[in-house]
């Protein structure tokens, strides 16, 4: 991971000799990077401050992604375990956790939440348990994908290859994207999942290659693409080229390659609610019709969703409307170089601390209400946990 964390966590410079970037900011970015370049943002926030009780909310500057990446494999539970506990005794026992229970701290881990909700202390199960202890539920974490059906846990957005140092540098990319051509009506690039259950990238996989108007980077183990998959200059090319960008799910359901067309002007297409929708509630508009396309997986499975067809019924007037949004969504989904300050552009850090600090003022407010009450002079305040949205239905 050496060369992946050089220049503050955004890896190596890339090389443009195929002329599909723009000048500087662009980074083999690696997609499990946000622990460091989160941490290297933080370093430079203009209203950081050491007077903990002067603080809206708390930092933990801890690499809950890197921790469970050293022991994910082939380590028992107690190993894999022993950072994030000791890390939670710690902090427990720090003043300023006892101030409110630890609601106002908050975390990063550059991975996604299953990887850190291991639901059983079987060796063989995946993960580690550390959003699941009593006092990580009071903690926001900010994961690039969190749970519905936990109130603590937020998506932010994967890191892009672009890292702008400048305000300006963000302007140009976005006027190059409204000029850009794009001879593909849609594209896709990814690996089927032959033993995944339920996955329907095969019948994408095999739609596009059917399809005049689709382009195809196929990603299988050891086919001719592979190395190419793993390339930042054919995947944004691809995805400059394509109008609109297939993103089903892969072994999770969010991806990447999401961001990675959004950066390129690119409609995501989607086919699951959880791809997006009910994920990245602080970056995305919640009309999620301005900026995507969604098919049922459902209709995908069966065969009654042709996508070429469905694609091809979206007026000219439509597809202006959403490229124009995606594109103006592409400063809320990039993480600017740790080592610069943009001026007035938001990016994904910016958005994601003041979702933090909104949180935590809540927190706040119902803390000095409800603990306050008489029948809860004994009773130790936390967050409540939510059912969430166990039926993803009513998108359909």
Not at 59 to 86: C, K, Q, W
Not at 233 to 238: E, G, P
Not at 248 to 267: E, H, K, M, N, Q
């Amino acid at each position: 991971m050496c060369l992946a964390l050089s220049n503050g966590g955004l890896g190596q410079e890339i090389d443009n000799s195929q002329g599909v970037f723009h000048r500087k900011g662009w980074y083999a970015t690696d997609q499990f990077a946000l622990d460091v370049i989160f941490h290297n943002r933080m370093k430079q926030y203009k209203c950081l401050t050491q007077n903990s009780s002067l603080a809206s909310a708390i930092y933990v500057p801890f690499y809950a992604g890197f921790d469970i990446a050293r022991h994910l494999m082939g380590f028992n539970i107690s190993v894999r375990d022993a950072t994030s506990h000791e890390l939670l005794r710690w902090l427990t026992s720090r003043p300023e956790w006892k101030v409110l229970g630890g609601r106002d701290h908050f975390l990063a881990g550059g991975r996604i939440t299953m990887d850190f909700r291991r639901m059983t202390d079987t060796d063989s199960d995946w993960g580690t348990n550390l959003l699941n202890t009593p006092e990580a539920k009071n903690m926001s974490t900010l994961l690039i994908e969190s749970s519905p059906w936990r109130n603590n846990d937020f998506a932010i957005p994967y890191p892009t290859y672009f890292h702008p140092s400048s305000d300006e540098e963000v302007i140009q990319w976005q006027e190059r994207m409204r000029k850009q051509e794009k001879p593909y009506l849609f594209s896709f690039a990814g690996a089927p999942r032959p033993h995944q259950s339920g996955s329907i990238r095969s019948q994408i996989i095999n739609q596009c290659q059917v399809s005049m108007k689709c382009k195809l980077l196929g990603c299988n183990k050891g086919g001719m693409d592979k190395d190419i998959c793993h390339n930042p200059s054919s995947i944004m090319k691809l995805f400059q080229d394509s109008v609109f960008c297939l993103q089903p799910a892969g072994d999770s359901s969010t991806r990447r390659s999401t961001f990675d067309s959004i950066l390129a002007g690119c409609v995501p297409v989607f086919f699951h609610p959880a791809s997006a929708y009910t994920q990245y509630t602080w970056h995305l508009p919640r009309n999620y019709t301005k900026y995507s396309v969604l098919i049922p997986e459902y209709e995908i499975k069966d065969g009654r969703a042709n996508i070429e067809q469905i694609l091809s019924r979206i007026s000219v007037e439509e597809v202006r409307a959403m490229k124009e949004e995606v594109i103006k969504l592409i400063p809320k989904v990039i993480y600017a170089d740790p080592r610069s300050r943009l001026e007035t552009i938001e990016d994904a850090f910016d958005l994601a601390v003041k979702g933090v600090i909104q949180r935590v003022n809540e927190a706040r407010q119902i803390s000095n209400v409800t603990c306050a009450l008489p029948e809860y002079q004994n009773w130790k305040c936390s967050f409540f946990e939510t059912e969430g949205i166990h039926d993803w239905n009513h998108f359909f």
